[in-house]
């Protein structure tokens, strides 16, 4: 393996069999080498393969500014969140996760706190993700002696849930995504009454629904009704308390969002709507 460019003591540029660039991590790999020399292979501790140029460019400049030991950890994070998702991760994530891995330490060692106004909704709506979280900040606290605040495992849980969408959504619109869903939820729980059973495989499966309805919206993805609404117009009938909330939802989506529902937009939101309803504990 032959040095491409030294990045720092810690990491080197090589090419790899495919002809493209990878980054080759270690402690003291590039220690006394110059571009050209081979590598210690032993030494090596991490190989990242970025499928984007330009997130391999990215994260290039990213190790000239940040410790080893932040690195090492996002990546153990990285990694136990493909693990533990069992979704396809974004390659931004090494990027995004890194850089702020390195700012909420730096944050810490200032006495800089952020809150996270979101954590509540992001613990109900990104649980998986959440987890992730909390176990980054155990491992921050492990290696480096750092204990950030429970804000911190939310905005990485946003971090995960950015990366495992597609068509480019942002941390922004991940919030946006995340406002629109608790903003339904609050219409269903205040005409029903009720809390939900946060555990229950039902609510999942809703939430599930408003978060891919959630992400339609904020990226303008237009839903295709099959104009038969036959079953829409006999759940209207014989459901009609899930019409009811339904046709409330519509209108502040109306009012707010300017986006008018479809008939199959409703009738699924019945469907999930009902059946979660039938299945949760009124307190």
Known sequence: MQILRILTNNAVVILGENKKEQIVCGKGIAYKKRPGDNIDTTLINQVFSLQSEDMNIKFQQLLLDIPIEEINIADEIITKGKMS???KIDDSIYVSLSDHIHMAIHRYLDGVIIKNALLWDIKQFYADEFAIGLYSLRLIEEKLGVTLPEDEAGFIALHFANASL?????????YKITRIMQE?????????RVDFNTDSVYYYRFITHLKFFAQRLVTDTVYQ????????EAMVLKHPNESSCVNKIAGFIKDKHAYILTDEEKLYLMIHLKRVMEK???V
């Open 225 to 232: 009704d099959d104009k038969d609404n036959e079953l829409y």
């Open 280 to 282: 949760n504990v009124s």
């Open 184 to 192: 339904i939820l609050n219409i269903v729980k205040y005409t029903y």
């Open 85 to 87: 998702l069992g979704k």
């Open 166 to 174: 597609h068509d480019g959504i942002g941390n922004q619109e991940i």
